[in-house]
């Protein structure tokens, strides 16, 4: 079994270890960094951080009696502020056509974009290699807790929520797109420029071109991947676009990676929320597939989630004593839950 919870500060030394093991974009191997998302992340959850989309949670994975991390995800409340915009570019088609030498083009053509009050964004989802396959599909327990919160907590998150999808990237972990033409305008490396990002977009408004670029000047390996998906992310873009999100014509400047896009109340999982009150007793044989999730109010708030097996009757839950256990919910508790299928 493994518990999906809020991170915590004594995380640091396991979320250091997971990675140190996989040191990717969402989860860079620099214990300052992840100090620094931690403390965010847990100041979010306790609703310290006054305006609620100014806060990132970061959910991860326990693996229960072993303690071991073994996956994160988060939620952005608002990607695209007035001090850290939300960058992109628009991904358009443009045709030409020559009478004098009968020739026609379409061309593909990037448009570079800012959005001040961005949407709620999903991202961070890692899973560490043994566990991404099996039938406890951690990766889609940690996609899942995120609409999970989100509905919990409907008013402090956007109207849509994004979801930034990896392209293919080089064996070195270079950007095809970037090697291309960002590099070419700041100097900097894909690793440097994403880190900068993170603390200061200046100097892509700065040094990026304004005007529309003609991806037809890129070579033809770059024009593939632009607007792809890496295929070790296909699952993600799959499990997407089966509660609602699309394709919204629009890519990450650096790597070219799709954006995906949805309404909050026209994704299938948050519209399936339901809260009920946990009732003694196990489960009927007619149970189903939730993922569970409780809050506790003693003292500190804390976020908790399971996947079980459930009897739903009316506004009523019934689980086995293991996971009411595990998930710190007394009997008689309002509990909130959405399918897992």
């Known amino acids: 079994m493994f518990l999906l919870r809020d991170v915590r500060r004594k995380d640091l030394p396991e979320l250091k270890k997971l990675a ?26 306790a609703g310290l951080i006054p305006d609620p989309f100014d806060r990132q949670y970061l959910f991860v994975a326990e693996q229960v009696g072993g303690k071991a991390l073994v996956g994160t995800s988060m939620i952005i409340a608002q990607h695209g502020t007035f ?23 379409r061309h593909k053509v990037l448009s570079i974009g800012y959005n001040y009050a961005g949407p709620t964004e999903i991202g961070g989802l890692v899973v560490a290699p043994p566990f991404r396959s099996g039938a406890e599909k951690i990766g889609r327990q940690l996609s899942y807790v995120r609409f999970l919160y989100i509905a919990m907590h409907r008013t402090l998150f956007r109207e849509k929520v994004l979801a930034e999808l990896l392209p293919p990237l080089l064996e070195d972990g270079r950007s095809l797109l970037w090697e291309a033409m960002g590099k070419k305008f700041t100097g900097l490396t894909y690793q440097e420029a994403d880190r900068l ?67 909050v109340d026209q994704i299938s999982l948050i519209k399936q929320f339901r809260v009920a009150r946990l009732e003694k007793g196990p489960p009927a044989e007619s149970q189903k597939s939730f993922l569970v999730g409780y809050e506790s109010s003693n003292g500190r708030r804390r976020f908790r989630a399971f996947k079980a097996f459930a009897e739903l009757s009316g506004n009523q839950l019934r689980l086995s004593s293991e996971v009411r256990e595990h998930l710190q919910a007394p009997l008689g508790a309002r509990v909130a839950l959405i399918p897992f299928e």
């Open 197 to 263: 990002s993170r603390q200061n977009k200046e100097f892509i408004k700065e040094l990026f071109p304004a005007s529309d670029i003609y991806a037809s000047l890129f070579p033809e390996r770059t024009q593939r991947v632009i607007g792809q998906v890496d295929p070790e992310t296909r699952g993600v873009k799959r499990m997407l676009e089966r509660v609602g999100f699309r394709y919204v014509e629009r890519i990450d400047p650096f790597d070219g990676g799709p954006h995906f896009e949805a309404a």
């Open 20 to 45: 140190s093991e996989l040191n990717t974009v969402n989860l860079p191997d620099n214990q300052e960094m992840l100090a620094a998302l931690i403390e965010q992340s847990v100041r979010s959850f």
């Open 83 to 105: 001090e850290a915009p939300h960058i992109y570019y628009e991904v358009s088609e443009r045709e030409h056509y020559s009478a004098t030498l009968d020739r026609h083009f």
